[in-house]
């Protein structure tokens, strides 16, 4: 490339080479960047329905402990009261009439009105975390697992001191083991329970095992899930930014896990 | 007999070629269809390089290959993005397509072949504006879906990215490429040593997006 002619017409293509490869490079870096941007934005959406998401549930959970302390106060001193009023009465008659039929019948009503106030009470125990409230998580605890232990099963319990978590950590973690022990009594026909609550660097575990039927989680996670509470479980869970595990398989019992942080 | 330092980065450029036509073998079982196409394509690359790198050895007019090489690669590629977009079979306008530049390509060789030494460079011009839109159509599809993931990661966005810098800035090359052949043999050299760097871009773009493309 000696002559000018040649360095020119040199210069004027491998120019026009170079813009159009210029030309391409802005398409490429422009169509990156608006990428990003978009899916950054993209990202911050579901982070605000997360969010949204996240509110809906805590509402949920916060009008269902409403609603429970509600029916729990309506059942105590409403039917409760009026129950009392009842066994009452039937007392009376038993003491007032020289009928031995009579008398017998007021002792069979007298049987069937005392279940049916046990049966209120527990039925406003499990409503109301009153034990939670007077008590604290630890004996609160301890009282659901003597519960299972009054109904024939074996139970292992290894608490490390948790009074002094938030009352909704307390609350969250109460509430599960509660749908932990009502799962082990309805499904897993369960010998052997074991509680345990600790306290690792950052955070509070509660792991509760059973050696019962258990279930495959994967196979059937639809139809378990709704009658086990396992959503509800880990809304409460994910409400405090928390995991839940369940490790299960069919006739290997089930071991369920939240971990919480502090 | 020695070679010239342009011949010898010119020779070179084969290596991606080699490296790109590796990567598809290693991966074609996993690749899915549109991208197996792209497969395709690099082993076509490969063996059109093995031939005319021996008749270029010998001395042998190798121009005659320049519309064969052309008309399968721009086969290949309609293909890949028909394919690639309605997820089925080639629609109707890509066959179209195919044949009418396949016929023009035969055509335009037939017409230069009263000048065996000039390129047939009108079908390239036609290719380069093509290939340039299926690559900006794609960008634009991109614009249009938000959630299409990351750009990076998308096997087709290498594939696009290395044709548009590609064929941009080869579209100036393949306007004056005859006019160069007979201007000046530096010139020439200059310009094929050009065409040489942005091919080896290219290859190695194809490499790329064959090596993360995700398992069909």
């Known amino acids: 490339m000696d002559k000018p002619s040649e360095i020119e017409f040199a210069w004027l293509l491998f120019g026009g080479v170079g813009a159009m490869l210029l030309l391409a490079v802005v398409v490429v870096v422009t169509l990156i960047i608006y990428q990003r941007k978009s899916y950054r934005q993209q990202m911050r959406l ?23 302390e509600r029916i729990t106060r309506d059942l105590h001193d409403e039917i409760g009261a009026s129950l009392s009023v009842a066994k009452l009465f039937i007392r009376q008659i038993k003491y007032d009439t020289t009928d031995d039929g009579v008398a ?84 897993a026909a369960a010998r052997h329970v074991e509680l345990r609550l600790e306290r690792p660097a950052g955070g509070v575990r509660l792991t509760v095992s059973d050696d019962g039927r258990g279930f495959d989680p994967a196979l059937a996670p639809a139809a378990l899930a709704p009658g086990m509470g396992l ?25 369920v896990t939240l971990e919480l942080p502090v | 007999m020695p070679y010239s330092r342009e011949q010898l980065i010119i020779l070179a450029a084969v290596l991606p070629v080699l490296l790109a036509s590796a990567v598809a ?6 690749l899915a269809p549109a991208l197996r196409l792209l497969a395709v394509l690099v082993w076509w690359a490969l063996a059109t390089e093995i031939v005319s790198r021996v008749f270029w050895f010998y001395k042998i007019n190798n121009l005659f290959l320049w519309p064969i090489y052309m008309s399968g690669e721009f086969g290949l590629l309609v293909g890949l993005y028909s394919l690639s977009r309605r997820r089925g079979a080639l629609s ?45 159509s794609y960008a634009y599809k991109l614009f249009r879906e938000a959630g299409a ?3 990076w990661r998308q096997s087709l966005s290498w594939v696009s990215a290395g044709l548009l810098l590609f064929f941009s800035a080869n579209f100036f090359i393949y306007l004056f490429i005859n006019f160069a052949l007979n201007y000046s043999q530096h010139l020439n050299y200059q310009i094929w040593v050009a065409h040489a760097a942005l091919n080896s871009l290219l290859y190695l773009a194809y490499a790329y997006a ?3 493309s995700p398992a069909k």
């Open chain 1, 231 to 255: 959503g509800g479980m880990n809304a409460r869970a994910g409400l405090l930014s928390g995991a839940l595990t369940v490790v299960s398989a069919p006739g290997q019992g089930t071991r």
């Open chain 1, 104 to 187: 017998k019948l007021a002792d069979q009503a007298s049987e069937v009105l005392a279940e049916t106030v046990k049966s209120i009470r527990d039925i406003v125990q499990n409503l109301s975390p009153a034990n939670l409230n007077r008590l604290g998580l630890n004996k609160a605890l301890g009282i659901l697992l003597a519960r299972l232990a009054a109904a024939g099963i074996r139970t292992q319990v290894h608490q490390e001191p948790a009074d002094d978590l938030s009352e909704a950590r307390q609350l969250a973690l109460y509430r599960i083991a509660q749908e932990i022990v009502g799962n082990i009594v309805k499904h």
């Open chain 2, 92 to 136: 109707r306008a890509a066959w179209l397509a195919i044949i009418a530049f396949g016929l023009g390509a035969v055509a335009e060789q037939r017409w230069r072949a009263s000048q065996p030494l000039l390129i047939d460079n009108l079908a390239r011009l036609v290719e380069s504006v093509v290939v340039i839109g299926l690559a900006l």
């Open chain 2, 210 to 212: 064959l090596w993360i």
């Open chain 1, 46 to 68: 579901q982070q605000l329905l997360l969010d949204h998401q996240r509110e809906m549930i805590k509402s949920v959970v916060g009008s269902q402990e409403s609603e429970r």
């Open chain 2, 25 to 30: 073998a290693y991966r074609f079982r996993a």
């Open chain 2, 149 to 151: 993931g990351e750009f």
